[in-house]
């Protein structure tokens, strides 16, 4: 029987809420019957108190509950998604950071979690580390707890106890956008039904509706980043000063009060220490609360005055929206005369509307700093109101919406998450792309999201906080401190950009490869912060649409995400698929050689080319991209023998391309393309363009991409020591060629009607053909001729096939030539005719001749 009871209390330790008071109840009636089965008293009497305890504890657990179910907020949702063991990887290596372990959260703690002390009867002393700025350290004493600066006799609840109204205000600590956020949420974290603070700080008095003084100074925070809800602890020891100055957050009213500086100090906690480098009041508050958060920027064209007073005053009067705003970078001399700090995070109190203006109650964190002075202001008459009871607390003041939208860079809005029915958490890494796919979405986690209505979707995109990024902004703040010009808001965009884009496709849901060239139904802005919120409505219902995680400069090689999708109907999210199911991408360089510029230049078939093959009929797609964003850059499919280098282009050869020339990246799309192989030419507009690409190719079909070696791989190039120049009324000239050895030998021939050296002719002739001749009169015969034997445009060249040649069957024959002839015979020797240059690609040294007129023999 005792057994049975200690198993009941075994499971009580696990079990929360109903269950715990179930099995307290069940484990209390088995040591009663055990009780009254003892032998002895000594036996009876343990039992007892055994029952005692238990009975005890199923009390204070029911009051709790109940305490906890008047305290309690509407339900929020809670993703139900199950978790793949990647994303469960995720979650727990997220939980590192700063060398601390922060695990999931998974319940809330025990009583005893607050009373058991160390083994030297010491109160829990927490070693993390917090870091401390050079100004702090200047003033910083000792790491002390509140109690002991209470005087004997005085009860430790006065610590958890505010008797008026909270005034928070910010000293020297470096983190205007926690206490901003502190001091708009106070509403929803005091005393009251509904409020958050229950289910936030532990331990609790859910009786009191207060935090209760931890026994043995630890507390618990439940603290939302990296993927989930997480266990925060820390003690109460808060830095001291040896002047009047405070490190802390202070409550001006009730200067007694600690609960808020705990909150502020497991929150440093978390990013870092004391020496906060900054954040913004959006990503605070979600942290803290767990609320959406949206950032509006109030300098953007596109913001709807009406729209964003109208859906936030409702939110704010209904408790489920927390607000507050942030400057951007201002002179001196505007500070003073606006009274207002650059770069700085104000809480928003209050929110009215009378007949005349809309109306923020804003209050600078900072103490004893600057108030806004109504200078410039956009009211026709000073602003004045009643009947709030925040109205009287240190540094606020009114302020039209049409003067905050003047003044202010941002509006964070956080909503409460209990505005939605459903939430579905995906969890993903990713490794950023290199320099030559930045601008294209090849490597970008994409999502198929389907809704069955047209209800409000809202997406939050939260990227995990890791060590990296905070030496990111300790090195570069300090940097910036030694400039004149040294900014927070500089310093916080070292951080990178990152935002939301969702898409219509074909087929519905798949992956999008770049954004231009497909239609964007909703473009959220590129942000510095850690959250970035997409609100949309679904245009077509139960078609499924590609959401797109985009980022711009983000500093680190790789990072985790969490992408949180909330709506009021079930959603159907999964990762888009390639819409063409077969992809490779090959890497490549436009260098000094191979930088041929566009097809209008003769050295466009010195680009890059590669022999592309495909086994069966497929839809085709080619994404070109480029390392530098404002280089133009083309690609093309052309028909080719065998996807050989392709030395001739005619209009008929090109088989697709895309676009001409877009800056960065371009894309081609083929419908169907036969079975073959193949050429593909990437190239930049000018010849000399330099830069480094990847070429990424999708089809419905097995494909292989391989480079085609240059003209010049491993051959050697001898160049016709002048051009080809007709004279008058000629139309065939040649040079004699010779070899010392058995040697392979092919010619390519280019109009120099594009150069401007003074060799060549102002213009070239329009259609030519290259021949290689041996021999002469009967005994003549034409080994290689370009283009099958038609007069062609030279101007991208023209390449006759290879022959091997030795020196006895050039003696037997006569000699060999290069011949080249043109249709009618118009040129001049004097400058006013064609030229044509001609080069010899071979394996063994050649010896070319003068030209000459070849008419004649």
């Not at 802005?525 to 609100?535: C, F, I, K």
Request: proline share 6%; aromatic share 8%.
């Amino acid at each position: 029987m005792e057994a049975k009871a200690l198993e009941h209390e075994r499971q009580l330790t696990h079990a929360r809420g109903a269950d715990a008071l179930a099995h307290a109840i069940a484990a209390a009636d088995l040591y009663m019957q055990a009780a009254r089965k003892a032998t002895t008293a000594s036996e009876r009497a343990r039992l007892s108190r055994k029952c005692s305890d238990v009975l005890a504890l199923g009390e204070r657990l029911k009051a709790n509950a109940t305490a906890a179910s008047a305290a309690s907020r509407p339900a929020v949702p809670e993703s139900t998604r199950p978790l793949t063991t990647s994303e469960k990887a995720i979650i727990l290596r997220s939980s590192r950071l700063h060398g601390n372990l922060f695990p999931p959260w998974s319940a809330a703690p025990e009583p005893s979690y607050f009373t058991k002390m160390g083994a030297e009867g010491e109160p829990y002393t927490d070693s993390s580390p917090y870091s401390l700025s050079v100004e702090q350290q200047a003033i910083f004493t000792d790491w002390r707890r509140p109690a002991q600066k209470l005087d004997p006799g005085e009860d430790p609840a006065q610590l958890m106890t505010a008797a008026t109204d909270i005034d928070l205000a910010q000293d020297l600590a470096t983190d205007c956008s926690v206490v901003a956020s502190l001091c708009a949420a106070i509403r929803h974290l005091g005393p009251k039904k509904g409020s958050l603070l229950p289910s936030l700080m532990y331990p609790y008095d859910y009786k009191a509706m207060r935090p209760e003084v931890s026994q043995n100074g630890k507390y618990v925070f439940r603290m939302n980043f990296n993927g989930c809800w997480r266990h925060v602890a820390i003690d109460d020891r808060l830095p001291d000063s040896s002047t009047d100055r405070t490190i802390y957050v202070v409550d001006r009213r009730n200067p007694q009060l600690i609960w808020p500086a705990l909150i502020e100090k497991a929150y440093l906690k978390i990013r870092g220490g004391y020496d906060f480098p900054g954040s913004n009041s959006g990503t605070d508050l979600h942290a803290l609360t767990g609320w959406i958060p949206e950032q509006i920027f109030l300098q953007s064209d596109d913001i709807e005055l009406d729209e964003t007073w109208n859906r936030i005053k409702k939110a704010f009067d209904e408790d489920n929206a927390i607000v507050t705003l942030g400057t951007g970078i201002m002179s001196p001399e505007e500070e003073e005369t606006l009274g207002l700090v650059k770069e700085h995070d104000y809480a928003v109190l209050d929110l009215k509307q009378d007949a005349h203006n809309r109306l923020f109650l804003v209050k600078n964190p900072w103490c004893d700093s600057l108030v806004w002075t109504g200078a410039g202001s956009a009211a026709s008459l000073s602003v004045h109101t009643t009947g709030s009871s925040f109205e009287d607390m240190t540094n606020t003041f009114w302020m039209t919406f049409e003067d905050v939208l003047q003044h202010f860079d941002s509006l964070y809005v956080n909503w409460n998450p209990a505005l939605f029915t459903y939430r579905q958490d995906h969890h993903f890494t990713w490794e950023i792309p290199g320099k030559t796919e930045e601008m294209v979405f090849t490597h970008n986690p994409q999502y198929s999201v389907l809704s069955p209505s047209k209800a409000p979707v809202w997406v939050l995109l939260s990227r995990h906080w890791q060590d990296g990024e905070l030496e990111i902004l300790r090195q570069r703040k300090a940097e910036e401190d030694c400039r004149v010009d040294s900014s927070l808001a500089t310093v916080s965009k070292q951080l990178g950009f990152m935002s939301l884009a969702l898409f219509a496709t074909s087929p519905p849901g798949t992956r999008v490869p770049l954004s231009e060239g497909h239609r964007c139904l909703h473009q959220g802005p590129y942000v510095d912060s850690p959250n970035t919120l997409l609100r949309y409505e679904p245009n077509t219902p139960g078609v499924p649409q590609t959401l797109v995680v985009a980022q711009g400069e983000l500093p680190l090689p790789k990072y985790s995400f969490t992408l949180s999708f909330f709506s009021n109907h079930p959603l159907t999210v999964s990762p888009a698929a390639e819409a063409l199911a077969h992809h490779v991408t090959i890497t490549g360089a436009w260098t000094r050689r191979t930088a041929g510029g566009s097809a209008v230049h003769a050295s466009y078939l010195s680009n890059p080319q590669f022999a592309l093959t495909l086994p069966q009929a497929t839809p085709l797609s080619l994404l070109l991209s480029t390392d530098v964003a404002e280089l133009p850059v083309h690609v093309a499919v052309l028909y080719s023998d065998g996807g050989q280098r392709v030395t001739t282009v005619a209009g008929r050869d090109i088989l697709g391309a895309s676009a001409e020339y877009q800056r960065g990246c371009t894309l081609a799309s083929l419908a169907s393309i036969d079975a073959g192989t193949y050429t593909v030419v990437a190239s930049t507009f000018e010849p000399g363009q330099l830069g480094k690409f990847s070429l990424h190719v999708s089809a419905a079909v097995p494909l292989t991409l391989k480079p085609v070696l240059a003209d010049a791989a491993g051959r050697l190039r001898t160049a016709a020591p002048t051009p080809a120049v007709f004279g008058d009324g000629e139309e065939r000239v040649r040079a004699r060629m010779g070899v010392t050895r058995l040697t392979r030998v092919g010619v390519i021939a280019r109009s120099l009607s594009n150069n401007n050296s003074s060799a060549a002719a102002a213009a070239a002739p329009s259609a030519i053909r290259v021949s290689l001749e041996l021999g002469t009169g009967p005994r003549q015969s034409v080994l290689a001729i370009s283009a099958d034997g038609e007069f062609a445009d030279a101007s991208l060249g023209l390449r006759t096939s290879e022959v091997d040649l030795d020196p006895d069957m050039i003696r037997r024959y006569g000699g060999f030539w290069i011949v080249v002839e043109q249709i009618g015979g118009g040129g001049s020797r004097s400058g006013q005719g064609g030229g044509v240059q001609l080069e010899v690609l071979s394996d063994s040294p050649v010896h070319l001749d003068r030209w000459e007129n070849a008419d004649e023999y």
